[in-house]
């Protein structure tokens, strides 16, 4: 089976603007593949340790298609 493609985001967090204002948005953490969503995302801790390091607790995951 082919592995499926996920793109995982959080709103946790600010972003800043080109005029130093704090932006509430959601971020994207990255990008994995795997058999399902519990793989990949398995995947993007074990590739990113920074992610749970920095406090992103929510996780949203989106397969792409």
């Not at 519990?38 to 949203?60: H, M, P, S």
């Amino acid at each position: 089976m082919k592995n499926k493609k996920f793109i995982f985001i959080t709103p946790d967090g600010y972003t800043q603007a080109p005029n130093n204002e704090d932006i509430e948005n959601c971020q994207v953490l990255g990008f994995e593949e795997g058999a399902d969503e519990k793989e990949a995302l398995g995947r993007l801790y074990k590739n990113n340790t920074w992610i749970k390091t920095t406090g992103f607790n929510d996780v949203i995951c989106y397969e792409l298609k």
